[in-house]
């Protein structure tokens, strides 16, 4: 069984940066895609974007295009979220996610905090 663990979450100010990363323990990755979402207070699951574990193909929500980048390190069974520009808006539970479609992703982290304030 794979298991995902993120990590890097914590207190940031609007306009700072932020890594957070996913660990793959278990066996090897085998999953199409590793998926980043999350979830402010109050609101519903939010796709952020995922990349395509065998290659470098990214995909992103509109909301964080060109401030979020997405990358991995195969050799390190790791994937990172890079925020860049933090805006309040950004603050949630952030999870990553493995599956096979961008439509379904079925294997999920314990998720990390990220609080963007002043």
């Known amino acids: 069984q794979v298991q995902l663990v993120e990590s890097g979450g914590g207190l940031v100010q609007p306009g700072g940066s932020l890594r957070l990363s996913c660990v793959v323990s278990g066996r090897t990755f085998s999953s199409r895609y590793m998926g980043w979402f999350r979830r402010a207070p109050g609101k519903e699951r939010e796709y952020v974007g995922a990349i395509f574990w065998s290659g470098d193909m990214t995909n992103y929500a509109a909301s964080v295009k060109g401030r979020f980048t997405i990358s991995k390190d195969n050799a390190k069974n790791t994937g990172y979220l890079q925020m860049s520009s933090l805006k309040p808006e950004d603050t949630a539970v952030y999870y990553c996610?493995?599956?096979?479609?961008?439509?379904?992703?079925?294997?999920w982290g314990q998720g990390t905090q990220v609080t963007v304030s002043s």
């Open positions: 996610a493995a599956g096979n479609r961008l439509e379904n992703f079925n294997n």
